[in-house]
Each structure stands twice: as structure tokens, then as C-alpha cells.
């Protein structure tokens, strides 16, 4: 008896080894640091229901996750497709935008946060620079939003297809 307890004692063992070692293997892969998740918009966590707001910037938004670091709140935003050379700007804006919530909400500014590739993760810090070209981008969506009109700034297909705007667009492409 004592043989058979012995064996499914190190059966257990290994298999809660196998568990951990798949949790971390998990962990790695989603693009996360290391921490607490405090806020997510995945589907494999539980969604929240209301978006970070701004006041001050009239800014709203939901970030893919926030995780608590030992250092600050970081936002998490996760790409579906391959990374490219650079981030692309609007990756990039939406990143920033996600830590000027955070910096209003929780009231800590976070020095950089992350965007998750399916085969990179890329660190963004967020800078005065940064900070600034999104004050920036703001002001002038807001400008852009008061006219009339505003002309398509691409000659993308693709982004019209999903484009939220579509049926009210004069120039889309196809």
C-alpha cells in the first residue's frame, strides 16, 4: 500500500510540474509581463464592462489587458497578424492613448507599455514625445470633427472595407 501511495504521490507532482510549466509556456506566448492582470477586454479573461475614460482629454477606451508590474499599470494591446518593422503609427496611438487613461485613472504615469504580435511583442515607451504627437493627434481629430468634410487620408481598400464610416463615405475605394 505504502508502494502505491508513493507512486501516486509522484505521479501528482509531475503532473501539477506539467501544469505549471504549461501556465508559463502560456503566460510567455500571450505577450504579457509579469504580474497581476487588473483589467481586461479579452475574451479568455472576464470582460469589463465600462471603458477608461478622460475627462480632461475626452477620451475613452478599452485596453486588451492592464497588468499591475512591481513597478506600475501596464497596458497590454494585442495584433493579430505578424509584426511589422516599425509599429504602425495608429498601433502606436492607440497604445499612447491607453497610457494617458491609465495615467488619469490610476494616477500614475506608466513609463512604456506593449504591443503583442502573434510572433513579437514590441516595448513602446511612453515618452514626452509620444505623449505630445497623441495631444497632438487629439487636437486635431477634434479640428477635423468640427468641418464639414473631411477627406480620406489613404488608399487603403482594406481599411475602407472596415471602416466604421463606410456608408456615409463619399471617396471609399472599391
Not at 479579452?42 to 477608461?52: I, K, S
Given at each position: 500500500m505504502y508502494g502505491t501511495l508513493m507512486?501516486?504521490?509522484a505521479a501528482l507532482l509531475l503532473l501539477g510540474l506539467a501544469a505549471l510549466l504549461w501556465a508559463r509556456r502560456r503566460w510567455a506566448s500571450s505577450g504579457l509581463p509579469r504580474g497581476k492582470v487588473v483589467y481586461s477586454d479579452?475574451?479568455?479573461?472576464?470582460?469589463?464592462?465600462?471603458?477608461?475614460y478622460s475627462r480632461q482629454h475626452r477620451l475613452t477606451g478599452k485596453p486588451d489587458y492592464l497588468v499591475q508590474t512591481r513597478d506600475a499599470i501596464v497596458p497590454v494591446e494585442v495584433k493579430s497578424g505578424a509584426a511589422p518593422s516599425e509599429p504602425y503609427p495608429g498601433h502606436l496611438l492607440?497604445?499612447?492613448?491607453?497610457?494617458?487613461?491609465?495615467?488619469?485613472?490610476?494616477?500614475?504615469?506608466?513609463?512604456?507599455?506593449?504591443i503583442h504580435y502573434d510572433d513579437a511583442t514590441v516595448q513602446i515607451p511612453f515618452d514626452a514625445p509620444l505623449r505630445r504627437r497623441l495631444l497632438d493627434t487629439l487636437d486635431e481629430m477634434r479640428r477635423a470633427g468640427s468641418r464639414?468634410?473631411?477627406d480620406r487620408d489613404h488608399d487603403s481598400p482594406q481599411k475602407c472595407l472596415r471602416c466604421g464610416?463606410?456608408?456615409?463615405?463619399?471617396?471609399r475605394l472599391a
Open positions: 507512486w501516486a504521490g479579452m475574451g479568455a479573461w472576464e470582460r469589463v464592462r465600462e471603458p477608461l492607440q497604445l499612447a492613448a491607453y497610457c494617458l487613461l491609465v495615467e488619469e485613472h490610476f494616477g500614475t504615469r506608466p513609463p512604456w507599455g506593449l464639414a468634410s473631411v464610416q463606410r456608408a456615409n463615405c463619399s471617396q
